[in-house]
């Protein structure tokens, strides 16, 4: 089996030669390892303390975002034939020592997709702001109601992936992507598992990417949000449209009885417009999500044929 690790890093020249250093020369069930650092278009010397401690480095000329030095990883995994891919952080705050246990759920075919977690044993937890783990938790049973099974740390870049979960694997943020690899590969049914792992938490580090957390929240809500509208877009539009149709409903069953005590509209003329207004409003968003439902089918078409493309583009499999 042949692994391949990926660290994006931007300006960590002070961590990324130790996380090398750290990642275990030998794993079990594991005869072939490389090690892969993206370089996010870091202003120090990033890529020259990552080839120095023996990682093959790719340079993007300006900063993307981890997400798409995240996509550059996979495409060079997938470039490689590897069977199985771990992603870790560059800036040590994971142990690389924790590694053979992200794999070995694939390795014994028990998940397609395992997830370090850093919430999942109370042992574990590390010693971050109440405002952060409250912000981390609260995602995580977002993200666990959308899927519809239980997570508890959905924003951990410590991650394990199968050549199957590769070859699924379709992402569009560039700011990040740990939440939605997650709704991703959970959409195509594929096994996800959590592992609980080890981290550091340094207090006075500011992260390039969850710095400004007002920032973070608002870019990963608009990439998960963007996620759920491909993947689930009739329960979204399908599920506003029915609510708003029936507060409309509700001002026409009280024009009614208006009506009947009455025999006349006036002078209420106007709640009968406003539920008209309402049942329209929600009969529209109601169509949207039908003909976004029906698209969505013909993108799963398009997914279902891109990943035979890819698997014999890369391993040539058919």
């Not at 702001?129 to 938790?137: C, D, E, P, T, V």
């Not at 690899?181 to 340094?202: H, Q, T």
């Amino acid at each position: 089996m042949k692994l391949v690790i990926i660290i994006p890093a931007y300006n960590e020249e002070k961590t990324v030669g130790s996380v090398i250093s750290e990642i275990p020369d030998r794993i079990s069930g594991i005869s072939e390892k490389e090690i892969i650092v993206i370089d996010d278009g870091s202003t120090d010397n990033t890529a020259k303390v990552a080839r120095g401690a023996g990682a093959e480095v790719i340079f993007h000329p300006e900063n993307k975002g981890v997400g798409a030095a995240f996509s550059t990883g996979v495409k060079e995994v997938l470039f490689k034939k590897a069977d199985i891919m771990v992603s870790v952080d560059a800036d040590n705050q994971f142990d690389p020592r924790d590694i053979p246990k992200l794999v070995q759920p694939i390795l014994d075919t028990k998940a397609d997709f395992v997830i370090g977690s850093r919430f999942k044993k109370e042992l574990l937890v590390p010693e971050m702001s109440k405002i952060k783990l409250f912000g981390n938790r609260l995602m995580a049973k977002f993200i666990s109601w959308v899927c519809g099974q239980k997570f508890f740390d959905v924003s951990c870049g410590f991650r394990a992936y199968s050549k199957e979960a590769l070859l699924r694997l379709n992402l569009f943020g560039k700011f990040t992507y740990t939440q939605e690899a997650i709704l991703n590969l959970s959409f195509k049914d594929l096994k996800m598992i959590e592992v609980p792992v080890r981290v550091k938490y340094f207090p006075d580090r500011t992260s390039f990417i969850s710095g400004n957390l007002i920032k973070y929240v608002f870019n990963a809500m608009k990439i998960i949000f963007r996620t759920i509208l491909d993947y689930k877009p009739l329960k979204i539009f399908g599920g506003i449209g029915i609510f708003i149709f029936l507060i409309g409903f509700i001002f026409d069953v009280w024009m009614l009885s208006i009506f009947l005590k009455t025999g006349q509209f006036t002078p209420y003329k106007y709640i009968g417009i406003l539920g008209l207004t309402f049942n329209i409003f929600g009969i529209s968003l109601l169509v949207v999500g039908l003909i976004a439902d029906m698209l969505n089918r013909i993108r799963q078409t398009q997914e279902r044929i891109l990943y035979y493309q890819k698997k014999k583009f890369y391993y040539g499999e058919e």
